[in-house]
């Protein structure tokens, strides 16, 4: 795969019920990235969303979002998935040829419709809705539970995991303020109200208001926008099974094909040495340690073992991951910013120590049905 | 950064902003039809009438699907060979829903299953008996179908599911 570089981004602060409008935050956050950039409107060829009619509550989302989001007069499309497939859609257009920079934003306001009632009707209407009540949070209870039994971990350890991205996500300004704790305990994680058994609260990525924005460009245009970009080097997606039943919930067979067409855009042969931190959209906490055994980053079951603290040995979430604030749209596009900030060096606060190269990752769907995975390799 | 930027989006001025008119009209979200083609699915329906279960195996990949599917997504074709389940089966996992009921405000605590049917190579989802406590599930917990007393041939027949008493040796706990 040619490289592609990431030129400019940006991304506005993460809230539960933000002051100001869809409208208003979409300027922000394309403005913001095309001024990181040191460029102008008319240097964009191509602008690609990224929202979703019920999210916005409008019939075809991006008619209005045009003035704000760079569409005007311009070669614009809409993903109605994560934020993180609206990024492979503008790369494939740098890649075919005929751009030279393409403009991805994503995001949307959870505080405007009820994001886990929403996700109801993701489940089969012929087959599963009139028989039980199963929702996002419902799913990811069954996978969790299927983890835990499989390889005999606690719920302490998953719980873990969960503190550690709040954690992180304290030392990161642009997260969101409920999920930042620093003093946060095991036991806070356990005792915070239950979802749907075992998943808790604090387990949760809580659905919050934001938009973030990306500029790419090929190898050739990024050189002269700027001196250090970030490369994305590898692309890798795949889809599960739509019925949950039919799946083995332990593990995301989705994330392990798309880990390897991404190491193998890439050329990366051993991903437990070369890469040096990941960002997953974890929507719930165990989904972090379903996503790092599938693409190899720690051996099948010994996920919960792995120190994934900002100076372990691989660095998962430093940004504080989806737990941190998950826009829905954004997040994807979210953890490809943060990825690109460690690789720049310009994670001030929680920085990983001589990052080169980086994992980042959306994903869409219960359980993480669609999952999405790029590499990222920093300086020249 | 230019100046443009300067503002912080952390130190956003706190805006006035008020309601405006709104508009009467809603999403019909709920009362969508989903429309469903049950013709591949008679012999299904039929068996469920006499209080029997079949599952749809694949001529592709000879994976036993129940419920039965119109496609196998793996090969791409429509499987065609009716073979019969039993009505039994176990948990293949599960999660403890708490739903509020919207009259009373009483909280309800209910087990949410993936059945895995002795003889189908898929789960699916379903709820225990309600008079099963829901401390009580667990991971392969043996189970079977609670039928309606007048079966009508359609996919609530199953009403619940059973437990059934487990006969499992490694559950006896060592005597010392």
Redesign the interface.
């Known amino acids: 795969m040619d490289k592609v570089g990431i030129v400019g981004f940006y991304q506005v602060k993460l809230y539960s019920d933000a002051n100001y409008g869809r409208y208003e935050m979409i300027f922000e956050a394309v403005r913001g990235a095309i001024d990181s950039a040191g460029l102008k409107k008319k240097d964009i060829t191509t602008a690609i969303s990224c929202t979703n009619d019920y999210y916005d509550g409008r019939t075809i989302s991006n008619c209005y979002t045009v003035e704000v989001g760079g569409g005007y007069m311009a070669d614009e499309s809409k993903v109605e998935m994560d934020g993180a497939h609206a990024v492979l859609y503008g790369l494939m257009r740098i890649l075919s040829g005929n751009h030279k920079l393409s403009l991805v934003w994503g995001g949307s306001m959870a505080s405007c419709f009820p994001y886990h009632a929403a996700r109801l009707y993701e489940t089969d209407p012929t087959w599963e809705r009139p028989v039980a009540y199963v929702n996002d949070i419902t799913a990811a209870g069954f996978q969790m539970r299927a983890y835990l039994e499989k390889y005999g971990v606690s719920i302490e350890d998953i719980a873990k995991i969960a503190v550690k991205n709040r954690k992180n996500a304290s030392r990161n300004p642009l997260a969101l303020q409920e999920a930042q704790n620093a003093n946060i305990t095991v036991k806070d994680v356990l005792d915070s109200e239950i979802y749907a058994d075992p998943v808790t609260e604090l387990m949760v990525a809580q659905p919050c208001d934001g938009v973030a924005a990306l500029l790419l460009a090929p190898e050739k245009q990024a050189l002269k926008i700027t001196d250090n970009p970030v490369w994305i080097t590898g692309v890798g997606y795949n889809q599960e099974t739509y019925y949950l039943g039919d799946r083995d919930l332990t593990k995301s067979m989705s994330m392990e094909l798309a880990g390897k067409m991404a190491f193998d855009a890439a050329g990366i042969k051993d991903p437990k040495k070369e890469i040096d931190l990941a960002e997953f959209f974890e929507a719930y906490a165990h989904e972090e340690v379903i996503f790092s055994e599938a693409l190899g980053l720690v051996d099948m079951g010994e996920g919960t073992n792995l120190n994934s603290e900002i100076d372990g040995d691989i660095p998962i979430n430093p940004s504080g991951g989806a737990i941190g604030g998950n826009p829905p749209c954004g997040t994807g596009l979210i953890r490809i910013i943060e990825a690109a900030k460690q690789l720049k060096g310009e994670a001030d606060g929680y920085q990983v120590k001589d990052a080169k190269k980086a994992i980042a990752s959306g994903q869409i769907g219960m359980c993480a049905q669609n999952n999405i995975v790029y590499i990222l390799e920093g300086g020249n | 950064?230019?100046k443009?930027?300067q503002r912080?989006?952390?130190d956003?001025i706190?805006?006035q902003?008020r309601e405006t008119r709104k508009m009467p009209g809603s999403?019909y979200?709920?009362n969508?039809k989903?429309k469903?083609n049950i013709t591949h699915l008679q012999p299904f329906l039929k068996k469920l009438k006499e209080k029997k279960l079949v599952g749809l195996k694949c001529s592709g990949c000879n994976t036993v699907?129940y419920?039965p599917?119109f496609v196998c997504?793996k090969c791409l074709v429509k499987p065609n060979r009716w073979v019969d389940l039993r009505e039994t089966g176990k948990v293949?996992?599960?999660?403890?829903?708490?739903?509020k009921d919207p009259e009373t405000g009483e909280i309800q605590e209910?087990p949410?299953v993936?059945?895995?049917h002795d003889g189908a190579d898929?789960?699916?989802?379903?709820?225990l008996n309600p008079e099963v406590d829901f401390k009580d599930t667990y991971?392969g917990m043996p189970i079977k179908a609670h039928w309606a007393e007048n079966p009508v041939g359609g996919?609530?027949d199953v009403e619940y599911y059973d437990l059934m008493k487990d006969d499992a040796k490694d559950l006896d706990l060592p005597e010392d």
Do not use: C, D, E, N
Request: positive net charge; without cysteine.
């Open positions: 950064m230019s443009l930027t912080k989006s952390m956003y706190k805006k902003y999403w979200l709920s969508y989903y469903y699907y419920p599917r997504g293949s996992t599960f999660a403890i829903a708490y739903l209910k949410m993936l059945v895995h898929t789960a699916s989802i379903a709820q991971i996919l609530m």
